[in-house]
């Protein structure tokens, strides 16, 4: 067709049964025919619909008209799905390459016993980078099979119509509509989360002559779509973090992990700042994205029978630079079983945060709430350029009494007591730092033998 002149397509069209020209179209056969036809066999009086070939050519172009509308707007949804596509696979490859980087700087410093551990630690991060990895690759690979479909039933059509006359195009026409329209109702295979990857978290590396076996950890950090609260818009990050494995022996150091957090914050080891860093973190898909947030590298597993306990304290520091404005957490933590990616306060578990509210104007307050229930509303200090305050908070995990508590370690004054506490899950601790423009931040997670302090009195 491509080689041959348009006009060595056209043919005299008749009726092979009349020997007339085909003037006509019957809508209830779908079918060209010729005057003697709409008498004969297609009578409108028979029930059959007809009409002539220039209005039925007209209604039809329209009609895949149409459809081609319809391809365009699929084609465009194809293109950005693709790009979707692409950057989370480009997500999970360049967490891949972190990850491994990152157990790669750790183990090149160790001796050679450690030489087994990293190479099981290498394997975990093929092993859970394998199936989301082949999700993401084999939705990739079906976006562009479709992709490639559509715009090649596109233009073979277009083509097509191009040579033909008015008869040809009817029946071109005719003959493509419905395959066109059966496309238009396939997808394209999809893969449920968000964002996925894995990073190395260095748990327990400063510890590691005690405990070499349990060195180093790979885990799967996903974000996935959850049920958005009433005050949460769909144009903001609501996701679920699911961090796996999920648990760890009972009583494990605590750290932050720079793996999942926000890429403008500095983290090292037990302190973050709001500082930027120095050098830019790479996007591995395990970071968080809606606030300047990091998680603890390590669960709490708090069991539910006599003597467990678990201690850590928070020292927070914050110095005001700019006045802060209404209604603004400038910062929180948080220890919560399901942490969500969003530019709210944590609504599940323990939220304890400094902000500014109505109830005690011109000042910064310690907020304390669980599962979004506000326990404790305290004015802090002044909200004014150079105001700053030292916390250091001490949160007491009691498993035999299922009572979680929030001591002031300075004074051993209980701020808070939740009871009937459920700690049958990992609880998460989370940490956000607000804006540097308006005030500077620091915390730092202390546990274990570095927490200080007498607390024999926290239940009253």
Known sequence: MKGRPVQSFCRRHQCSQHQQPLQFYCHTCTKVVCVSCTV????????????SVDEAHQELSQSIEDVFAKMYVKSETLDKTE???????????????????DINKTFDNLTNELKQRRSVLLSDVEDKSAQNLQLT????????????RVKSSSDYTKLMRSKADRIEDLQVMES???????????????VSFVRTGVNFVEANIHHLRDSIKAAGMVRSVTFSPTDRLTIATDSVTYNT????????????????????????????RRVVTNTPPTT??????????????????SPLMVRNSPGQQYIYQLNLWFSVKETIPDSCMILETALTPTPVDSPYHQHTGLSVS??????????????????????????????????????????????????????NAADNTVYTTVKHVDF?????????????????????????????????????
């Open 40 to 51: 004969v066999d297609h009578d409108k009086g028979k029930g059959h619909k007809v009409v």
């Open 83 to 101: 790009v979707e596509l692409m950057k989370k696979l480009k997500n999970i490859e360049m967490s891949k390459r972190v990850a491994i980087d």
């Open 137 to 148: 690759e084999e939705s990739l690979e079906s976006t562009r099979v479709l992709q490639a």
């Open 176 to 190: 493509s509509a419905a395959s066109l329209r059966a496309m238009l109702d396939e997808t394209q295979q999809e």
């Open 241 to 268: 973090i699911v961090l796996d494995p999920a648990e760890l022996p009972t009583g494990p150091m605590l750290e932050w992990d720079p793996g999942t957090a926000w890429c403008d914050i500095s983290v090292s």
């Open 280 to 297: 830019p973190s790479p996007d591995t898909g395990c970071r968080i994205q809606e606030l300047r947030s990091v998680l603890a590298s």
């Open 354 to 407: 400094v902000v500014t509210c109505p109830d005690h104007k011109q000042k910064l307050c310690l907020r304390v709430a669980y599962n979004n229930t506000r326990l404790r509303h305290t004015p802090l200090t002044q909200n004014r350029v150079g105001q700053s305050s030292d916390l250091r908070l001490c949160f007491v995990l009691d498993g035999a009494n299922n009572k979680l508590s929030v001591i």
């Open 424 to 460: 049958d899950r990992p609880m998460r601790v989370m940490m956000h730092v607000g804006d540097p423009d308006y005030a500077d931040i620091t915390g730092e997670l202390i546990s274990g033998h570095n927490v200080t302090g007498s607390f024999k009195d926290y239940n009253r």
